[in-house]
């Protein structure tokens, strides 16, 4: 059963715009919230985090969203850059277990 | 830099054959690390959780006899393939989280992929 879900497999956005990837979660004990970015080959990279009892977390161009009543958590990428280009999970964290989304593939165009 | 480095990155065997895939956490002690399998287009999907001392926790459906896990120190997890097959053929990432870094941060290696001939 899959407790963090994906549903765009990809985005492709323009050098310059927003990059807004998604994320949904079944499990209403989950405590904290992670993004990774994975490139091809390579392990993933942690980017950012939100814990459970805020709603907004912001980092540079990224920021995270986070709305527990909807069970929905975002990743804000603004202004998007080619070197953005990766997969990103989203993970979310109960006790010692971290259960990952399928992955959204970015596409920046230049 | 990395914290934490896993070898090889890639490995091509025989079927029939054992791989070894080592996990190392370079500047921190771990006590748990955990390790990933990750079919193309597909998630991180647990296998099993490597506790130092002790048994490793395997995920239900990973086969604790094909898939050894060894954690001998606080730095140092292993995970042997056994008797590999071409459906072994994956991409295994070995993952430790820093306690001291804030407790929410998995540190991943680099990653292997396994390809099974």
């Known amino acids: 059963d899959q407790q963090v879900k994906q549903n765009s497999p990809s985005l492709s956005v323009q050098e310059g715009r927003i990059s807004i990837l998604n994320c949904d979660y079944t499990?209403?004990?989950?405590?904290?919230f992670l993004w990774y970015k994975k490139y091809p080959a390579e392990g993933p990279t942690f980017l950012i985090s939100?814990?459970?009892?805020?709603d907004k977390n912001e980092d540079g161009r990224f920021t995270v969203f986070l709305n527990k009543s909807a069970k929905h958590l975002s990743l804000h990428i603004v202004p998007s850059q080619p070197g953005d280009s990766a997969v990103y999970f989203c993970?979310?964290?109960?006790?010692?277990?971290?259960?990952f989304g399928t992955g959204t593939s970015l596409t920046v165009i230049p | 830099g990395a914290v934490v480095s896993q070898h090889p990155s890639r490995v091509i065997c025989k079927s029939g054959t054992s791989v070894k895939i080592e996990c190392r956490s370079l500047d921190f002690q771990a006590t748990t690390m955990f390790w990933y399998r990750q079919f193309p287009k597909q998630s991180l999907m647990l296998m099993a959780t490597s506790n130092e001392g002790s048994k490793a926790t395997y995920e239900q459906g990973v086969e604790k006899d094909k898939f050894l896990i060894n954690h001998a120190s606080l730095t140092l997890s292993t995970l042997t393939v056994t008797s590999a097959h071409p459906e072994d053929s994956s991409f295994y990432i070995c993952?430790?989280?820093?306690?001291?870094?804030?407790?929410?941060?998995?540190?991943f290696g680099s990653g292997t992929q396994l390809s099974v001939l």
């Open positions: 993952s430790a989280r820093d306690h001291n870094r804030g407790y929410e941060k998995l540190f």
């Open positions: 993970a979310a964290l109960t006790g010692n277990q971290f259960y």
């Open positions: 939100i814990s459970s009892i805020k």
């Open positions: 499990n209403s004990m989950f405590d904290y």
